[in-house]
């Protein structure tokens, strides 16, 4: 494993303890999960029946895909963050393999998987691009693509007097100094291109030129919605304002 993904590995090592403590990172309410293993089910189909979630982390997508009856194989670069996963697999008695490794370079034979899955992860890889081919390698042909990912973070004012607020709760709710994270400034050393979220156009040019077929993004409003109609107050008023995309496609046959 090179330098950055070293540097990349231990930050989610470190952080996997107080990631779950953000109401944006976990399901708050019975609807939004229903509303989110619905979303999965119509992107994905019923015929699927071994997914990978990339980026698993602390198995958002992958606890969700297997309690709807998935094969489900989550991997991350952080043992720490799938040691959460584990546990809340055991916790909610569904069966998920875990397997560590790097997003740009999987370890899987080409067509293993009939849907991939991730959310929240191509904006932290060097090297979108080579990722996306090898997301299309591992998927069967037919196989279907589905991630989630923000657009841009908006910057205006009021924009950055509500992240500002927003860091100073986390800061006494979850002792951890978000102005000093690993992804602000140069500290990684290389560029992440899509650091600070992207342009719809831009990710279904990039899904396109890949070779994948009937690319789709859309806004996840309603899941917007019932997220923030669930939040504490201060959250409320602190959370971004900007959107969640949900990208499809198929890999030809
Ligand atoms: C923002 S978290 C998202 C976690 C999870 N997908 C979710 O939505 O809750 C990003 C995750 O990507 C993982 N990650 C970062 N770079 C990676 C890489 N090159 N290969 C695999 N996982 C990676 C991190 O360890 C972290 O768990």
Not at 118 to 136: D, F, G, Q, S, Y
Not at 177 to 204: A, C, H, M, Q
Not at 209 to 229: C, Q, Y
Request: hydrophobic share 40%.
């Amino acid at each position: 494993m090179n330098d950055t993904k070293n540097k990349i590995k231990e930050y989610w090592n470190e952080r996997s303890s107080t990631f779950d403590l953000s109401p944006g990172h976990v399901i708050i309410n019975r609807n939004e999960g229903a509303a989110w293993k619905s979303l999965l089910q119509e992107k994905i189909g019923l015929n699927a029946k071994k997914v990978i979630d990339i980026g698993a982390g602390t198995g958002f997508l992958s606890i969700m895909l297997a309690e709807m009856g998935y094969e489900v194989v989550g991997l991350d670069l952080s043992e720490e963050m799938m040691e959460r996963a584990k546990k809340k697999a055991m916790v909610r008695g569904v069966k998920v393999e875990f397997k560590q490794g790097d997003a740009e370079n999987l370890p899987f034979e080409t067509g293993s998987f009939d849907a991939l899955v991730n959310r929240a992860v191509l904006w932290t890889l060097p090297n979108p691009k080579k990722a996306i081919a090898e997301w299309r390698r591992v998927l069967k042909p037919g196989g279907k693509l589905c991630f989630f990912l923000h657009e841009p973070h908006p910057d205006g004012v009021s924009d950055r007097a509500r992240r500002y607020f927003g860091n100073i709760f986390i800061l006494v709710t979850e002792r951890r100094n978000p102005w000093n994270s690993l992804y602000d400034g140069n500290k990684l050393g290389v560029d992440l291109p899509f650091r600070g979220g992207v342009e719809p156009s831009v990710i279904t040019k990039l899904l396109e030129d890949s070779g994948l077929k009937n690319v789709s993004a859309e806004p996840m409003m309603k899941i917007a919605r019932l997220k923030r109609n669930n939040l504490p107050l201060f959250n409320k008023i602190t959370a971004s304002k900007h959107v969640q995309y949900c990208y499809t496609a198929v890999n030809p046959k």
